[in-house]
């Protein structure tokens, strides 16, 4: 993966919503007195949140000084997980995983149907109507369902080149599709079903 960089345009401040500043407060006491640098995750995400999927310098800047901590320590965490945005993203930021597994399934054939409908290669690309950017990402840990988009917080799963068209069509028209698998199959069950402990299953409408 090629470096990430911050946005050129960046905000001449930042400050956390009265409501933020009651989670940080509720974060903060979960660390014992002296180690609240451990709260710089929670807060890096929750900058992103109000801020429109990406997190400006001067967010890292009050999170450095609410944690007491270098603001370099902060940027270093902000700069390694591709979780973190560092410049403006599209209203769906879509994370498409092509590590192995996924590979192997056919990630190129969601890359390249993502390529066909939307124009983007990969890296941190937008559509011209600010709707759709993409990251091509290494493994989102959900393997067994390979392979996998993240659409913001949600992993649509089992995917192939159809699969993904009217994903990204039902999202052009303002739609939610049901996250997981959109091969039909039940979470990460066996696409042929359940094929082990079979005889504990709840009967249909029990679970
Ligand atoms: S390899 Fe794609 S989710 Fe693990």
Avoid at 5 to 19: I, N, T
Avoid at 55 to 74: G, Q, S, T
Avoid at 139 to 157: H, K, R, S, T, W
Wanted: glycine share 6%.
């Amino acid at each position: 993966m090629s470096a990430r960089e911050f946005a050129k345009d960046q905000p001449d401040s930042f400050a956390f919503s009265a409501e933020n500043e009651e989670t940080i407060k509720a974060i903060i006491a979960k660390y014992p007195d002296g180690k609240q640098a451990s709260a710089v995750i929670p807060l890096l995400d929750l900058a992103q949140r109000q801020n429109d999927n990406w997190i400006p310098v001067k967010a890292m800047e009050a999170i450095a000084e609410r944690l007491d901590m270098a603001k370099i320590r902060v940027m270093e965490v902000a700069t390694f997980y591709t979780m973190f945005n560092l410049a403006p993203v599209g209203k769906y930021f879509l994370q498409a995983c092509t590590t192995t597994p996924c590979w192997l399934r056919g990630s190129d054939q969601v890359m390249k149907c993502v390529h066909d409908k939307l124009g983007l290669h990969g890296h941190y690309e937008t559509t011209d109507d600010g709707m759709f950017t993409l990251l091509e990402v290494e493994c989102l840990g959900a393997c067994v369902n390979a392979p996998i988009l993240q659409v913001n917080d949600d992993f649509y799963e089992d995917l192939d080149y159809e699969k993904t068209a009217e994903l990204l069509d039902a999202l052009k028209r303002g739609e939610a599709p049901p996250v997981g698998s959109l091969a039909g199959r039940n979470k990460s069950e066996s696409s042929a079903g359940a094929t082990t402990l079979a005889q504990m299953r709840p009967a249909a409408g029990e679970d």
